[in-house]
């Protein structure tokens, strides 16, 4: 038996579970202590204990099973049957949700291998001890192909690391010193270059053991909403037993006689929410693994819960947003310029810029025909870009310097910029684009227009984000003018610009202060304070210590843009419990109409009750509880895989759930019952099986 996540959002496939496992831990799960954790499910079972002591012993119980009760002992045993196979349905789908886990967690303890760490002492001397030995502090050496013993940040060196282990991701990571990408996971192996690492947990501590408790279910802890539907459901079965014995009694006041005790119990049974309460613990379980699936290590389930409920998602534009690496879109020429010099120019200045926007900027030279874009020139100087200068650029063989840089720094340099260029450049930081000056001695030629590109898609989820009620806020530290054209152009609902590293601090503080839920992604120091604060922070893998510490989910994948799957995955677990309520609650309103006609058999002016025409009330009354139990498995795998998801308004989502979890619960409990008392009539009378069941009721009867 496997289990997928859900389309679109999965980089990593379920593992295959060990159903003969689920299968034993569902029987071991009959115990009081492990049933008292479902108060709906613990009613059933102290109502199947009592009927299966009542049919062996009936002599202890002589006015419940004396003459004129009414009293069958083949009917108490049949339903005894059926309620000892509801309660283990109910063990059933939490134990395959618990196996899906431990399949999972499986698959990540292949990962550990008895790692051997090379610790350096004060003294600056080195020793070879076991991982396990080593504590939250400690510095060890780490070189090429060898294994991370514990999650750690770098604190010298750099180095490619592989990580495919636990997030799926081919491709190698570059973790070095200094920045905000530091942070190593334990178990990942080094392919180039050597690092200096600082321990940053004790043994069981890092992200890898967490993951491993969390997908067990050893650390599940059941989220707000979870315990409220669970107290709901509690005072709702307790309602029902009061109205039941209530019920008797002014029957038998009335001078209207029950059939039989089994026959009471079982109505009560019926119209308990034992579907809803049955699936619950699975619901949260595999809400956890379906998250887990997606390469995010979510710290509790109420993480994941919170993320269905968002108000706010607060967005970085770098990396979130936007792809993070501008391109050079056009070349502009200051008046009395050629293009082609210009062309030549910005090509010999980036001719040694290795960032992305420099390559861009050559690439650009060269197909607009710049004969030196394709070779490095020889020059006397190259001119590192500095955020002090905030230009770059090359001194030529010749003398000639040619620069690029910010255009207050080239007018820092040259004098202003002749009027049609200055405008030209204001217009351009309008349009969300960046101006890059370029000058040859002192003497602007023109400007470099970068754009940075909004990620394909993204204004498609924002759209899908606003339709679910959520307000997105993108917080970046560029100018008004190009915040603003970002802004517009992927569709968030505000933005922040000029943003200081304590502005997303006093943004998730403010919306909190509003009563609001807020979201947020980070992977820096200065974003722990945030993470630790936002009701969901999702901390980059590749970040700090510190910021994977404060956020309550960390992304594997180190891609901010998760946090929009992470949402779905949230609404996903708030529609399914919504879901599977809603069906369970209609599946008892019918089971109404179907033992209600055995209760009140023989009892005139309710005979209007009997919509399903029913002769034999005792097969009635058994073929609904028969339901009753077998719903409960056939939903097993609505409440793993999820229910579909798409993004809608909140009124949308209300009228599909009414409509195909409502009624789709009323009419299946209508067609199943009336199916069951078919196959249930068949049996009675056949040839083969009746004389069985005759030789059953016999021996019990003796």
């Not at 760490?117 to 504590?135: K, Q, V």
């Not at 770098?154 to 010193?177: H, K």
């Not at 001719?351 to 926007?357: F, I, K, N």
Request: some cysteine; proline content about 5%.
């Amino acid at each position: 038996m496997t289990d997928e996540a859900p389309e679109g959002v999965s980089s990593r496939r379920a593992p295959r579970i060990a159903l003969g496992g689920a299968l034993k831990q569902s029987v071991l799960r009959f115990g009081p202590r492990s049933m008292t954790r479902n108060p709906v499910m613990f009613v059933v079972y102290v109502y199947a204990i009592f009927l299966a002591v009542l049919t062996a012993v009936p002599a202890l119980f002589p006015d419940l099973t004396g003459a004129g009760t009414g009293f069958s002992r083949s009917y108490a045993l049949a339903i005894t049957a059926i309620l000892f196979l509801t309660i283990w349905f109910s063990t059933l789908s939490e134990s395959v949700a618990e196996a899906q886990g431990r399949a999972q967690a499986e698959s990540l303890r292949q990962i550990r291998t008895g790692t051997l760490a090379r610790r350096w002492r004060p003294d600056g001397t080195e020793e070879r001890i076991e991982a396990n030995r080593l504590r939250k502090g400690d510095v060890v050496r780490v070189g090429q192909t060898e294994l991370i013993p514990l999650d750690g940040d770098v604190i010298d060196g750099a180095a490619e690391i592989d990580e495919s282990m636990m997030t799926g991701e081919s491709a190698a990571v570059l973790r070095e010193s200094g920045g905000d990408k530091t942070s190593v996971l334990g178990g990942s192996r080094v392919l180039r270059g050597r690092i200096t690492v600082r321990v940053a947990v004790d043994p069981g501590g890092g992200f890898l053991d967490r993951m491993i408790r969390l997908v067990e279910g050893a650390t599940r802890e059941k989220s707000p909403n979870e315990l409220a539907l669970t107290l709901l459901l509690s005072a709702f079965t307790i309602i029902l037993i009061v109205t039941i014995l209530t019920f008797d009694f002014m029957l038998s006041a009335s001078g209207v006689v029950i059939v039989q005790l089994s026959t009471l119990l079982a109505l009560l049974v019926c119209l308990m929410p034992t579907t809803i309460g049955g699936l619950l613990p699975a619901i949260g379980i595999a809400a956890v693994n379906r998250v887990s699936y997606a390469n995010v290590v979510a710290k509790s389930g109420r993480a994941v819960e919170s993320a269905g409920d968002l108000d706010v998602l607060i967005l970085d534009k770098t990396g979130t947003i936007t792809t993070g690496n501008r391109i050079a879109v056009e070349l502009l020429a200051a008046p009395g310029i050629g293009k082609e010099t210009l062309t030549e120019a910005a090509a010999l200045a980036s001719a040694y810029d290795e960032t992305p926007e420099g390559r861009s900027i050559v690439r650009l030279a060269a197909r607009r025909g710049a004969a030196r874009s394709g070779a490095r020139p020889e020059v006397a100087k190259v001119l590192p870009f500095t955020p002090e200068r905030r230009v770059s650029g090359v001194v030529l063989a010749d003398g000639h310097e040619i620069l690029k840089g910010a255009v207050a720094s080239i007018v820092a340099l040259t004098g202003e910029l002749p009027p049609d260029l200055d405008r030209a450049a204001k217009d351009a930081a309008a349009r969300g684009m960046t101006p890059l000056a370029v000058s040859q001695d002192n003497r602007a030629l023109g400007i470099v227009l970068l754009k940075d590109v909004v990620k394909p898609g993204i204004p498609d989820r924002l759209r899908e984000l606003r339709m679910m009620g959520i307000r997105t806020i993108m917080c970046t530290g560029d100018n008004r003018l190009t915040a603003r054209a970002i802004a517009k152009e992927s569709g968030v609902d505000e933005f922040v610009a000029e943003a200081r590293p304590e502005t997303k601090l006093e943004l998730v503080n403010r919306e909190k202060a509003a009563g609001r839920l807020v979201a947020m992604t980070g992977d820096g120091t200065n974003d722990a304070p945030a993470l630790a604060r936002a009701d969901v922070g999702l901390a980059m893998n590749s970040g700090t210590s510190a910021a994977k510490e404060a956020g309550n989910m960390v992304d594997l994948d180190s891609d901010p843009t998760k946090i929009l799957e992470v949402v779905s995955l949230g609404k996903q677990l708030l529609i399914t419990r919504g879901g599977l309520t809603t069906f369970s609650v209609t599946n008892d309103v019918a089971k109404y109409f179907a033992i209600l006609p055995a209760i009140f058999v023989g009892v005139s002016g309710v005979a209007f009750l009997n919509v399903l025409r029913f002769t034999n009330p005792g097969l009635a009354v058994l073929a609904t509880l028969l339901f009753n139990a077998i719903i409960i498995p056939l939903m097993i795998p609505v409440a793993l895989r999820g229910a579909p998801f798409r993004p809608r308004t909140a009124v949308e989502l209300l009228r599909n759930n009414l409509l195909v979890y409502g009624v789709g619960g009323f009419a299946s409990a209508f067609v199943g019952i009336y199916a069951l008392y078919e196959l249930l009539s068949y049996l009675v009378v056949s040839p083969w099986i009746a004389p069985t069941i005759a030789a059953v009721a016999h021996l019990l009867g003796s």
